[in-house]
């Protein structure tokens, strides 16, 4: 598999995260997305949305959308599940990813932030929009997570693979979060695996 990504895109570190879950092995491909190779001919074909990630898998195929990703990752390669069979396991576990998924990353990711600059937002203002809205987020799903060592319960799920790189965020823009002690620890246990650790923007970074 090729993985078109980006070392600070969420939506990417989430794929990487689970692609690391499930032992699978991928080629990295850099989109340096400051430079605007998102917007390239040659990966519009692959993502119309000039998105990363994009993953390549066998015969040619491009998915897009990481939770597009991480569900047909389970469905191919089942072990370990990151989304529940369970009916209603599955509606929680993908109501706590939508959380970040649909409403808190979207409104802080790059063209969102470029906009704003283009419409004489100054880099302040900017930064307190992103942390209103993580804030608005995390105070959800605060309030939505179980009394297990992961969003997911025993193990690491879905929600986890989209709280981290968010919690990412967060920490970049110096997001107050004494008010989350449940996702601080959720996080700290995700982090303290491998799996986790390997996909963190510093260890796949450009040199």
């Known amino acids: 598999m090729i993985l078109y990504d980006y070392f600070r895109s969420s939506a990417a570190y989430r794929v990487r995260i689970a692609l690391n879950l499930k032992g699978l092995p991928y080629d990295r491909r850099d989109v340096m997305l400051l430079e605007n190779q998102q917007r390239s001919p040659e990966h519009l074909a692959r993502n119309p949305q000039g998105?990363?990630?994009a993953l390549e898998v066998e015969g040619?195929?491009?998915l897009t959308q990481s939770l597009a990703i991480i569900d047909w990752l389970d469905a191919r390669h089942p072990a370990p599940r990151l989304i529940s069979a369970d009916p209603d396991a599955r509606a929680a576990a993908l109501a706590r990813a939508l959380v970040i998924a649909a409403d808190t990353h979207p409104l802080n990711n790059l063209r969102v932030m470029r906009r704003l600059k283009a419409m004489g937002v100054d880099e302040a203002g900017r930064n307190d929009w992103t942390r209103h809205w993580i804030v608005e987020g995390f105070a959800a799903l605060e309030?939505?997570?179980?009394?297990?060592?992961?969003l997911g319960g025993d193990a690491p799920g879905v929600a986890d693979v989209f709280l981290v790189p968010q919690m990412y965020n967060a920490r970049r823009f110096d997001t107050p979060l004494d008010a989350f002690p449940r996702l601080v620890a959720i996080d700290a246990a995700c982090t303290a695996l491998p799996a986790f650790a390997a996909a963190h923007p510093d260890a796949v970074a450009p040199k």
């Open 143 to 150: 309030a939505m997570a179980g009394d297990g060592p992961f």
């Open 60 to 62: 040619g195929t491009v």
């Open 51 to 53: 998105f990363v990630p």
